[in-house]
């Protein structure tokens, strides 16, 4: 990237108000235009993300601006600390969805795909692609990521393409691809078969049936009915007709004489035999469980067991079809058929009751049309093989999850892994590279020329071959990216062996399963090696109330609108702040609003500091580093020539001085503790710790404390003190500048550098730096400080009331002798001692006094105190007495029990202080 920012700004004041619309387009465009481009010939260590590609029909939602910047964050830190940092961008194609909107399109000009047939059907696509796909891109531009745009990829590329069907080829040649008939989601509206993650899962009000079914010897014993029946409990009635046995548990005694026997099917003159098999739930309905192979999951492994047929009585379009379906249901409609049978059910006296129940069912995403589990011939992968190799890593240490909790999360569903269905009905997609002849043998490319269409290799030139019509599933191509976006199946390539493996996966745990697992399985397959060594999972974020957000439910929130309101750095500060520990995210717009007054709050520090050393800079006449140093925050930068002094030489040349401050000793050495603090922070992927930690030292001990504490020495001109403004303040920009990358930009040009911070190196920690003396003696000061501003608080007066106030303890000398600051600070005078009366206040060993007589009206003020200390009581009672109400604690969101528990222990503390103060006057 070019040095030179895109506009001179440091030849002009800070604008006295902070706009981020009127900065953070031009870095934004900046950063697109001129990518951060990484090196693959480079000798510096790798550090590569790739971003969890998103969906090219998506727009960005605040999951995905969650995600981007974490990854930001970690991408900005490690390019300054040395590493070789690759942000790779791209898109997925997102199959069925893309599929969805064109198809959309089409209905509306009257068309069908199959009007178009396939080939123009996809330069349709291909079409909306070039105009409308990827617009969550240009979005994430305004984010701020500092990706490396040379290098976006699309998971239908040309290459990432290649790589799938060489992925393809090598596992049906290895045996672990196979077409073979399983049970299947199936989306009756979209005509094809969906994943998991393309399903949504819902809760409805449903019935629960419970259904006679009559033996075949009519004198059995009961079981958990009448003599000579067995009763079942189905959602699902209309299903019926393709049961073929009752499975009931080996070790339920109610049925132990039963099993070996037979049953009718209700409305049938067929009978199916009772089974036993341990996966029946025993408490679950009334103990019997009908087995129907062709439309439950369950069922069908039931049936696997036990060699059950598995007929269907259900079509692809979800009607009642078969001949095993009584004639006056076939054709219906599942749904209305499930009301027809229960009808005849009653009628037939098969029904023995019928109750509300909330059953838990699956709706395509896309079309929200009820998902219908069906048996069908598909193409599917063995996974087992790959999982295991998977496991082995994870023992081995090779692939790290934090937080740590989540690694039994993943490897207990690699250990119960079930064989993927990797084929779609659809045309928008990679479509599967297998040719049938007439008899239906399977034809794929060899392994060593995978790219040779089976009916273009002369071995095959005597058959009449199609081409198998399906495509893969998405997530069979995304499994992939971490390498096939490196150059795979080439393993010559510069990306591929510069930034393969990937160091960081950032994504949220909703999808451990669905993508990041079957990344570990594709990356061992494929490559031999892990995809990546770290999987930092964060949570989901929710609405205020701790909801998904959804469009049905009219609970989104658009992140542009946020940006808009709060500026972008706002957002990633909220973003990164809110990120702790994997755990869901709610929506707080406070956090918000404390990353814009951040914002602020940094502007007007930087805005400050610009002015002190423009005002002092004319009489600054010497040549020495330092005083250039100072004075290049406000001349105009050398287009041609180097930047000024690094501030950590800056520092490292300050450290010797003798005539530095008390107050500049310290915030160099505080400075010094948070560098290293926040660096072990982001080295360990804690990204919501390392802002607060810097969020706290930059407002409080920065802005607050030592701006506040150094006014004397600048408006004196002290050199010392000018240049450990500017050097503390260009080291706090730095450390920020991961988070909060647009006004740290427009902040490090206006103190005079021409290249901007994004290239500057991450400051290190020196243990040098380190002054245990200053530190002891500031925290002296501050402490004097908050005392009399509590004693100030105590009696009734503002802030800016004069106050005169003995210090004492062992530190009292040390307060002395700065006076100057805490006097400037707190707006008190300090004198050597007090007559009569006084009100003390102790903070971290110093003891600060204040006179009664003379200040206050002391019978008024006492008055007053004990109005206050029977409000309190009040308070704590009002606390005390919810947390006592059982009922209060057991129904209360936790967060409201535990404000009230605050609530107690502050005004308990309130209270104890108040009556010692009291204490003097009884």
Known sequence: MTDLPTADTNDAALTKAFDPAAIEPGWAQRWRSEPFRADASSARPPFTIVIPPPNVTGNLHLGHALDNTLI???????????????????????????????????????????????????????????????????????????????????????????????????????????????????DPASQTTLSELEIDREVRKGKMSTLSYRLEDPSAPASNG????????????????????IAVHPEDERFAHLIGQRARIPLTDRFIPIIADEAVEREFGVGA????????????????????????????????????????????????????VVAALTESGDLIEEKDHDTAIGLSERTKVPVEPIVSTQWFVNTRPMAGRVLEGLDAGEIRLTPERYGKVNRDWLENIRDWNISRQLWWGHQIPAWYDEEGNVYVPDPGNPELDCDQDPRYAHLNLRRDPDVFDTWFSSNLWPFSTMGWPDTDCEDYRKFYPTQVLVTGYDILFFWVARMEMAGYAMTGQAPFETVMLHGLYLDAKGQKMSKSKGNGIDPLELFGEYGVDACRFAFTSLSTGGQDIRHDPRRFEQGRNFANKLWNAARFARLRLAE????????DELT?????????????????????????????????????????????????????????????????????????????????????????????????????????????????????????????????????????????????EATRAFDAL?????????????????????????????????????????????????????????LSAVEQGVTVRAPLEGTVDIADWLGKQQKRLAELDKQIKQAQGKLNNAGFVARAPQE????????????????????????QFA
């Not at 599929?99 to 330069?123: I, M, P, S």
């Not at 070039?130 to 040379?150: F, K, N, P, Y």
């Not at 002092?616 to 040549?623: E, K, Q, V």
């Not at 041609?640 to 520092?651: E, F, I, K």
């Open 226 to 245: 009448d003599p000579g029946e067995i009763r079942i409990a189905t959602v699902r009635p209309e299903t019926i007709f393709a049961d073929q046995a």
């Open 628 to 772: 250039r140093y100072v004075r290049s925050a406000v001349e105009q930068p050398d287009a041609h020539g180097s930047d000024p002094m690094r501030s950590r030489d800056v520092l490292a040349a300050l450290r010797n001085r003798l005539d530095l401050t008390l107050a500049d000793r310290w915030i160099i050495s505080r400075l010094n503790a948070v560098t290293a603090e926040a660096t072990a922070q982001l080295d360990e992927y804690d990204i919501g710790a390392a802002i607060r930690t810097l969020y706290a030292f930059t407002w409080d001990e920065f802005c607050d404390w030592y701006i506040e504490a150094a006014k004397p020495a600048l408006a004196a001109g002290h050199l010392g003190t000018l240049a450990t403004l500017k050097a503390v303040l260009e080291h706090i920009l730095k450390l920020l500048h991961p988070f909060i990358p647009f006004i740290t930009s427009e902040l490090y040009t206006h103190l005079g550098h021409r290249r901007q911070i994004a290239l500057h190196s991450w400051p290190q920690p020196d243990a040098a730096l380190h002054d245990a």
């Open 72 to 186: 930001d964050t970690l991408i900005r830190y490690k390019r300054m600390a040395g590493f070789e940092a690759l942000y790779l961008p791209g898109t997925d194609h997102a199959g069925i969805s893309t599929q969805v909107v064109v198809e959309r399109q089409l209905k509306e000009e009257g068309k069908t795909r199959f009007d178009l047939g396939r080939e123009a059907f996809l330069e349709r696509v291909w079409d909306w692609k070039a105009q409308s796909g990827g617009m969550i891109l240009e979005q994430l531009t305004r984010l701020g990521v500092s990706a490396d745009w040379t290098r976006e990829r699309f998971t239908m590329d040309e290459g990432l393409s290649k790589a799938v069907r060489a992925q393809f080829v090598r596992l049906y040649h290895q045996g672990l691809a196979y077409r073979g008939e399983r049970i299947v989601n199936w």
């Open 896 to 919: 409201v029990v535990e404000e009230e528990r605050r609530r107690v222990q502050d005004f308990s503390a309130q209270r104890e202080r108040l009556e010692a103060v009291l204490a």
């Open 289 to 340: 469980l009908k087995i129907t192979p062709a439309h439950d999951p369950t069922d069908f492994e039931i049936g696997e067991r036990h060699g059950l047929a598995r007929p269907s009585v259900i079509d692809l379009h979800g009607n009642l079809t078969s001949d095993l379906v009584p004639e006056r249901f076939r054709g219906m409609e599942r749904f209305a058929a499930r009301k027809a």
């Open 782 to 838: 501050r402490a004097a400080v908050s005392a009399a501003r509590s004693l100030k608080n105590e009696l009734g007066l503002s802030p800016q009331d004069r106050l005169g106030v003995a210090v004492e303890g062992d530190l009292a000398a040390t307060v002395l002798e700065n006076a100057r600051i805490v006097e400037g600070i707190a707006r008190v005078t300090l004198v050597p001692e007090l007559e009569g009366r006084t």
């Open 616 to 623: 002092a800079a004319p009489a600054l006449t010497g040549d």
